[in-house]
C-alpha cells in the first residue's frame, strides 16, 4: 500500500466529470493552489492525456507498466 506516501489522493469518484474532462486535474490545483504551469501529470491512458492537455498543464506519457 502507497498511499500513505501522498499527501492527497483524488480519485473519479469524487468528482463529477470522468476523464477526459480536466476536472480531476483542476480540482487539485484549486485545492493546491498551484497553476498549469506549475503542475506535472503523469498519465497512461488516452482519455487521461486528453484531460491533461485540456488542464493546460505539462504532462508525461507514461508507456511502461510498473509494480510495487
Known amino acids: 500500500d502507497i498511499t500513505h506516501d501522498f499527501d492527497t489522493i483524488l480519485t473519479g469518484e469524487e468528482v463529477d466529470s470522468a476523464k477526459p474532462d480536466p476536472e480531476i486535474y483542476l ?3 484549486r485545492k493546491f493552489d498551484v497553476k498549469p ?32
Open 27 to 29: 480540482t487539485l490545483m
Open 37 to 68: 504551469n506549475e503542475t506535472l501529470i503523469f498519465e497512461d491512458s488516452e482519455p487521461g492525456l486528453e484531460a491533461a492537455r485540456a488542464s493546460d498543464a505539462c504532462y508525461i506519457k507514461v508507456n511502461t507498466h510498473f509494480f510495487c
